[in-house]
Antibody, heavy 116, light 107 residues
Framework: QVQLKESGPGLVQPSQTLSLTCTVS????????VSWVRQPPGKGLEWMGV???????AYNSLLKSRLSISRDTSKSQVFLKMNSLQTEDTATYYC??????????WGQGVMVTVSS | DIQMTQSPSVLSASVGDRVTLNCKAS??????LNWYQQKLGEAPKLLIY???NLQTGIPSRFSGSGSGTDYTLTISSLQPEDVATYFC?????????FGAGTKLELK
């Protein structure tokens, strides 16, 4: 069955770089896109970016200067890196399988706190 | 960026009620509108894609409609398990954007 699971550090210091991994199973990264979406505590959802089946990427313009999404198809993993973290980047980060611009399967999310 | 405005922000309704949630885009989004349901402590779940297409496995009491800038999600007969926050999402123009959500509560 389709599964996605995010992993990464729960705590990141301000100004440091966040690195998250989304490990997928039940589908191929060359057949489905994968997006990242985040949600600050008690707030709404923000689309961050996507890696397409061909490996190209697109990012939310608000985050583009700090954000990078990549993948390793042999390991069925998608990576998110975001630099210059601030407290407002504290959020639950989700990866989601993306088909025709809708997110049909989501990971459970990983909570990231930015604090010294 | 396209702004998505959801109303009301909080809705209280009784079991069995017909419930309508609204989503208004700041410009025409050509029916590229999805709805997600998020229960407390869980990841969002896709309910409806491209305005009126019910995702596999979603109960038929959920339906969507709309065009241009105005869209609605309707629950024909509210069930206790429908308590959640509902988000609309447009994918007509980059960057794709979510609404702020409507929190649906039981009265």
């Amino acid at each position: 069955q389709v599964q996605l699971k995010e992993s990464g550090p729960g705590l990141v210091q301000p100004s440091q770089t966040l690195s998250l991994t989304c490990t997928v199973s039940g589908f191929s990264l060359t057949s489905y896109h994968v997006s990242w979406v985040r949600q600050p505590p008690g707030k709404g959802l923000e689309w961050m970016g996507v890696i397409w089946t061909g490996g190209s990427t697109a990012y939310n313009s608000l985050l583009k200067s700090r954000l990078s999404i990549s993948r390793d198809t042999s390991k069925s993993q998608v990576f998110l890196k975001m630099n210059s973290l601030q407290t407002e980047d504290t959020a639950t980060y989700y990866c989601a399988r993306t088909y025709n611009s809708y997110f049909d399967y989501w990971g459970q999310g990983v909570m990231v706190t930015v604090s010294s | 960026d396209i702004q998505m405005t959801q109303s009301p922000s909080v809705l209280s309704a009784s079991v069995g009620d017909r419930v309508t949630l609204n989503c208004k885009a700041s410009q025409n989004i050509n029916k590229y509108l999805n709805w997600y349901q998020q229960k407390l402590g869980e990841a969002p779940k896709l309910l409806i894609y491209n305005t009126n297409n019910l995702q596999t496995g979603i109960p038929s009491r959920f339906s969507g409609s709309g065009s241009g800038t105005d869209y609605t999600l309707t629950i024909s007969s509210l069930q206790p398990e429908d308590v959640a926050t509902y988000f609309c999402f447009q994918h007509n123009s980059w960057p794709d954007t979510f609404g702020a959500g409507t929190k649906l509560e039981l009265k």
